[in-house]
């Protein structure tokens, strides 16, 4: 059974850029028609999806955050990395990451999801 683990810093400047660790273990990150997302719930809102890498190490992003929002991988350690450039108060939120049959995905249903981390933007 796969499982996936965020890893990263809870407390972020304004304007920094934050990063994130999505650690794999159960299952291969390159095993064909997979999707490995990256979705965020800031307080009182609905699940966001950001962005995808897929198995064959293709990126997918969410057009609102295309230009701040990188997505990438680490075969050899079975893990998928976020970068969130020059953020501020409004990207405090919990972040997750997930493995799904499909590019976009906004609930657990039908994939794997990870506990989710919090990250706070604050100075």
């Known amino acids: 059974q796969v499982q996936l683990q965020e890893s990263g810093p809870g407390l972020v400047k304004p304007s920094q850029t934050l990063s994130l660790t999505c650690t794999v273990s159960?299952?291969?990150?390159?095993?064909?028609?997979?999707?490995w997302s990256w979705i965020r719930q800031p307080p009182g809102k609905g699940l966001e999806w950001m962005g995808a890498?897929?198995?064959?190490?293709?990126?997918y992003y969410s057009p609102s955050l295309k230009s701040r929002t990188s997505i990438s991988r680490d075969t050899s350690k079975n893990q998928f990395t976020l970068q969130l450039s020059s953020v501020t108060p409004e990207d405090t939120a919990v972040y997750y990451c997930?493995?799904?049959?499909?590019?976009?995905?906004?609930?657990?249903?039908?994939?794997?999801w990870g506990q989710g981390t919090q990250v706070t933007v604050s100075s």
């Open positions: 997930a493995r799904d049959h499909r590019v976009v995905t906004t609930t657990p249903k039908t994939g794997s």
């Open positions: 159960g299952g291969s990150i390159t095993t064909n028609y997979y999707y």
């Open positions: 890498i897929a198995y064959s190490g293709s990126t």
